[in-house]
């Protein structure tokens, strides 16, 4: 019994601490984008530049940049968007007319731009190059939506490659030859539009894309970019996560479904 007793408080403890912290942090974070608007950032990050790689290729080092960059740029985000709301709360409580709403109208459009520079103000605290942190994002980005693409053309061609197997079987079962010409003329257009896609595809195939892609899977699921790029500015940020993890199992799903129907 004291065992538990001891275990359970060492646990609330420690669940104290962390909020304590993240409440810090926060306060931490308040402090600095009242002390420091996003004129003053910018000016801050006038003489950043940086010439991308020819070739569009990422590094290891850049990836794990961007990873360890990502979750301070969502507080930042986060403790702008609640100030947002603040401003926006109090702007309409004193009358938008009135000289305080409009003062609160002027914090409210001064704390969405600290909300949409996030990103360049984490890069700036963790001392990194805006300007190569915002290419190397754009990058991973890219690698993120059409990860998102490609598990949508996954779930398309499967359910397509059910429909044609199924109307391969219709017509091999076919007995008269009207009704097998129907079919075949069906099957051949589906072949062609099979093959005029992975023609397509390859065409279209970038090699700094898939290199990166290879690249950012030795840290996380791709998808995650994206899915962490829309939390970052929600009020549920932990929804809109579960949200594209479940749009992500149900294409999984929907695509073993078609193959197992074939």
Known sequence: MRRTFSTLLTLSLVFAGCKAKEAFDKAKISQDLSKRGTLDLMKDVANDKYDPPKDGKLTDGQVQMYLKLRGHAKDNAQVARKEAEAHAKAADKAGNKSVAGMIEGFKTLGSAADMFTADIRAAKDLGYNTQEYLWVKGQILAVSTTAMGEKLQQTMSAQMDASYAQMKKT?????????????????????????????????????????NKQLLSKYENALNAFANEMAK??????????????????????????????
Do not use: G, H, I
């Not at 079962?173 to 390859?202: C, F, G, I, N, W």
């Open 171 to 211: 017509y091999d079962e076919a007995k008269d030859e009207q009704t097998k010409a129907m079919y075949k003329q069906s099957l051949d257009a589906m072949e062609q539009s099979r093959k005029e896609s992975a023609v397509e595809a390859q065409k279209n195939a970038d090699p700094a894309l898939a290199y």
């Open 233 to 262: 500015y929600s009020d549920k940020p932990e929804e809109t996560q579960k949200a594209v993890d479940d749009w992500q199992k149900n294409l999984d799903k929907a695509t073993a479904d078609a193959k197992k129907s074939q």
